[in-house]
């Protein structure tokens, strides 16, 4: 079920809000955390109903792994236990997500020839996996207390992070869950949440979907027969729609948590306007660059070690990172590029060294423009075709502006929109900073209602995330 559609928006959602705000009624903490938890499973079901008995199990066995740890009496049988657990989830994602890269890898080799498999990919499981492995992981080592079979149940299915985060800690919602602050709620609250759901739905409805219809056909398409110009156009208008995509996203999810008196983490924080790569990763999907921070990273870097150490540690995050996206070579080879750069980024700073701001700024989005290239081409040869006609510049500048020309006039509402995306991200201030910057008054009221307006005339079509594909 996606949030930008009139099915959640004038079904799904009011009546579980209903529900949910009836029950509080009562004062009493159990029937709303059933009424939540039943609303999710609903909510996973209605998007993947051959996966939601698999779903149900994944969460009672991981749960059993938590509480047969809490009886152990030895480190043995708690490290045998977080085996199983490891097992279980990372097997289950290297099965829906990988079996069929390794395999036609491995079809290569003379004298094998293995059958690929008719899978679907489980929607969520990238992400709901995590949250479940940080809390068994954390609480192996004993930096997390014991919750609830109903709390852990919430936690790992809340519907509104469910699909494409954020990823959310244990730390950070686990206490949300508690009994007396489930059945609290503040009007502040409902506000904030109906204003960032409203900015993340024109976000998808208005902005991404358009750019991402243009982009998809430029990828899968013949990029010979497309001007340069236009192929430049092609990587921008997925470098902002994946950008307004997936924020809107996660607007929705965080506005979608407020009215539920629950705050999810941010998870976006102006990843265009960063100076270098490393401050780009700081504020692009910050919840999953902050697990793989604390998994791979920081136990691989400790502080005081030399620079070896760090590029070693920086390039194996990011290699991680690339297979977690997806399974092609194409991901991994974009996730060692990006650790290249962030590995830069680091030395400079580590030597002190500064690029002029207005080199650093520009350089960077245009990097992180080139980059993605290799993340959004089918294949790696797909993304050096990319690569070959984005710098194929021929004739004088009255040839290319000739060429810009023609482009914005076959594709205008594309055009704008790149425009306009580049406005939004450079010069405003994003959805974080405009619903948490004190109380919301009237003007906030106006502009939730006017987006909201224009997401409903726009959503004609159902189209679902990007990041449903990981």
């Known amino acids: 079920m996606v949030f930008s559609s009139y099915s959640f928006i004038f079904l799904f959602l009011p009546i579980v809000l209903a529900g949910f705000y009836l029950l509080r009624l009562t004062k009493k903490a159990l029937p709303v955390k059933l009424w939540l938890l039943a609303a999710s499973l609903v909510f996973y079901g209605k998007g993947q109903s051959d996966y939601i008995l698999m779903f149900c199990f994944s969460i009672a066995l991981n749960y059993a792994v938590v509480s047969l740890m809490n009886i152990s009496k030895t480190k043995t049988v708690k490290r045998v236990l977080l085996s199983v657990a490891v097992l279980w989830n990372i097997g289950l994602l290297v099965y829906f997500k990988y079996t069929n890269f390794i ?78 602050s489930i059945i609290s709620l503040d009007s502040e609250d409902i506000k904030r949440g109906i204003l960032l759901f409203s900015i993340g739905c024109a976000k998808k409805t208005v902005v991404a979907n358009p750019l991402i219809k243009y982009a998809a056909d430029f990828y899968s398409g013949d990029v010979t027969s497309y001007s340069t110009v236009a192929a430049w156009g092609g990587v921008l208008a997925f470098t902002f729609a994946y950008y307004f995509d997936f924020s809107g996203y996660i607007d929705m999810a965080r506005g979608l948590g407020y009215m539920f008196g629950i705050k999810l983490p941010i998870n976006f924080d102006s990843p265009y306007k960063a100076r270098n790569f490393a401050d780009f990763w700081r504020r692009w999907n910050m919840t999953i660059s902050g697990f793989f921070n604390n998994t791979v990273f920081a136990n691989l870097f400790h502080f005081g070690d030399r620079i070896p150490k760090l590029i070693f540690a920086t390039l194996a995050t990011f290699f991680v990172s690339g297979i977690w996206h997806g399974a092609g070579w194409n991901f991994i080879l974009w996730g060692l590029i ?64 000739s060429s810009f020309l023609t482009f914005v006039s076959d594709n205008t509402v594309v055009a704008f929109l790149i425009a306009a995306g580049a406005l939004i991200c450079f010069c405003l201030p994003n959805s974080n900073r405009i619903s948490e910057n004190g109380k919301l008054g009237a003007r906030h009221a106006v502009l939730a209602a006017v987006l909201f307006v224009m997401s409903l005339a726009f959503m004609g079509r159902v189209s679902t995330f990007l990041y449903f594909n990981f």
């Open 338 to 401: 990006n650790g290249i750069l962030v590995c830069a980024a680091n030395i400079m700073m580590l030597y002190r060294l500064r690029l002029p701001s207005v080199i650093a700024y520009p350089a960077t989005f245009i990097g992180s423009a080139l980059v993605r290239v290799m993340f959004d081409s089918p294949s790696v040869s797909a993304a050096v075709n990319i690569y070959k006609k984005l710098f194929s510049l021929t004739g004088g500048v009255s040839d290319i502006a």
């Open 103 to 180: 395999f036609a890898n491995l079809n290569r080799i003379p004298g094998i020839d293995l059958t690929l498999l008719d899978l679907i990919l489980p929607i969520g499981i990238s992400f709901f996996t995590f949250q479940i492995l940080a809390y068994t992981i954390d609480y192996y080592k004993g930096e997390v207390e014991k919750a609830s079979f109903l709390d852990y149940s919430l936690f790992v299915s809340f519907f509104p992070q469910l699909i494409v985060g954020p990823v959310v800690m244990h730390g950070d919602l686990i206490p949300q869950l508690e009994d007396r």
